[in-house]
């Protein structure tokens, strides 16, 4: 067994505790024209499945700690002719994994016509991640030209606790943003709901300021497009690579998602928040690799740190496949969304590629295509004068729309007996080193999170004998709430 990362621990919680579908499914797909051989493919997609041993491994949780553990079959590799590739796309997407037993990867290369073929890769996000994406490019390249590289050691295992540092950072930045406003209307994601994309072709509109990169430019407009719409307080989701020296060649999960925050005057410039969300990025990128529930304590297990997030990803070279010509697709829908809006951007030598990727039950297509063309519209203004005040941008004034405050939702279950009550307070009281708890308190309001609820689950589970659902520290987290479930799930 090999001890999961903070990161792989988290978003297998959210999962198991919200039920996300295929919102972390991550379907990759690779088109090959010309006289591909099928044989020499399909061990190159074993080639990479022996190089990289993460995409055979499952999560089984013990006594409250995540492990990875060898999945109970292997990733298949299939071939199949398939005239209809869209639907075996679809097909493949929605095909769940089961976490605890695995595979949580598999390939599929289909025949679409003689000369044209389809590799499509679908993995789960705990074992792949955006950069994953260059990665098994390049090493399948490298094998089906005959040039196949050694097995990579497990990257996973080691303790990871968050510093004294990082937890100061956050607890000195860390505020709740439940909604945003986006034209005029406050928009509060649910849990991951189905998912439709709009695309955007940023290419003319994306200006190059110095002393800024890309990125920079990019999530400076999202924040200041999202203070023009109202936002006083704004919250921005960010995807950033963990990925270290030792890890730089390994498929896997090596990417966290972090909140960036921003409270600026409509009166200052672009350039000013743009160079101020510069500065916050250098401090953030410092403490990356600590998950924010884990740091700051207190947070709730939630599909999304904030109502809107980025991802922004610079494509690699392309590779050569002997004979073939290669068509990437390097943005696909997995069908779900976990926030009010997610803006997927890649950048490429054919330029500036965007997918807003949203819940037509929280917002609607209409609403997704103007803020796209009111976000080509910040870009534009801020290439004619980097200077431009967030005020003076040329978009429809929008009142601020004031938040509503979220719904308190009161306790679900029955009374619990003291003794169990006291039975419970024991194992609580152990898991957050605390020498009183009362009855009635949050286990958030405590410090808990994620990792506290797999502990004080497993505990419960050895001395009661009662598995208790994930979604009873969601409902109730107080130990009378926990007490109260146990008592209803005993015979």
Excluded at 26 to 31: E, K, S, T
Excluded at 97 to 123: D, I, M, N, Q, Y
Excluded at 233 to 249: F, G, L, N, Y
Excluded at 285 to 291: D, G, H, Q, Y
Aim: net charge negative.
């Amino acid at each position: 067994m090999v001890l999961a990362s903070q990161a792989q621990h988290g978003m297998w919680i959210t999962e198991v505790l919200h039920g996300t579908g295929t919102a972390y499914h991550m379907p990759f797909a690779m088109w090959f024209d010309g006289p591909l051989e099928r044989e020499a493919m399909l061990a190159a997609c074993r080639a990479v499945l022996a190089r990289h041993p993460v995409l055979g491994h499952a999560f089984e949780e013990r006594d409250g700690v995540l492990h990875l553990v060898p999945a109970r079959e292997l990733p298949p590799v299939a071939f199949v002719v398939e005239p209809d590739p869209e639907a075996l796309i679809e097909r493949e997407i929605a095909r769940p994994f089961e976490l605890s037993s695995g595979p949580l990867a598999r390939f599929t290369l289909a025949e679409v016509a003689p000369s044209r073929h389809l590799l499509l890769f679908v993995g789960h996000h705990l074992v792949f991640d955006g950069m994953s994406k260059d990665l098994l490019v390049r090493d399948l390249a490298a094998a089906y030209s005959g040039a196949a590289r050694p097995p990579l050691p497990m990257p996973y295992g080691r303790e990871e606790m968050p510093s004294p540092e990082a937890e100061a950072y956050w607890r000195a930045r860390w505020r709740e943003v439940p909604q945003v406003v986006i034209n005029g209307v406050s928009r509060t994601p649910r849990l991951a709901s189905h998912g439709e994309t709009v695309l955007r072709d940023l290419t003319h509109d994306m200006p190059d300021l110095p002393g800024l990169t890309r990125f920079e430019v990019f999530l400076a407009a999202v924040h200041a497009l999202l203070h023009r719409y109202g936002n006083a307080d704004t919250s921005v989701a960010i995807a950033m690579s963990t990925r270290t020296a030792e890890t730089r060649d390994h498929i896997g999960l090596f990417a966290t998602e972090l909140p960036v925050f921003s409270s600026f005057s409509l009166g200052g410039s672009f350039r000013e928040l743009a160079l101020g969300i510069r500065s916050e990025l250098r401090e953030l990128n410092s403490f990356r690799e600590v998950p924010v529930a884990r740091a700051v304590g207190g947070i709730k297990p939630r599909v999304a740190l904030s109502p809107v997030s980025i991802s922004f990803r610079r494509r690699a070279p392309e590779q050569v496949f002997p004979d073939l010509k290669l068509s990437v697709e390097w943005k696909m829908s997995n069908h779900m969304v976990r926030n009010s809006l997610h803006l997927q951007a890649v950048d490429g030598a054919d330029g500036l590629l965007l997918t807003l990727h949203y819940s037509p039950d929280v917002i609607s297509r209409q609403d997704v295509e103007l803020a796209g063309d009111h976000l080509a519209t910040v870009l534009r203004a801020v290439a004619a004068d980097p200077d431009v005040r967030l005020a003076d941008l040329p978009l429809p004034a929008t009142p601020q729309v004031a938040l509503a405050a979220p719904e308190e939702t009161g306790p679900t279950h029955g009374e619990a007996d003291a003794e169990l009550i006291e039975q419970v307070r024991l194992i609580w009281m152990e898991v957050l080193r605390m020498d009183h708890i009362a009855p009635d308190e949050d286990l958030y309001d405590l410090g808990g999170h994620s990792l506290t609820i797999t502990q004080i689950s497993a505990r419960i589970r050895k001395r009661l004998g009662v598995e208790v659902p994930f979604d009873v520290f969601l409902d109730d987290p107080t130990i009378t709430g926990v007490a109260a479930a146990i008592g209803g799930l005993r015979p």
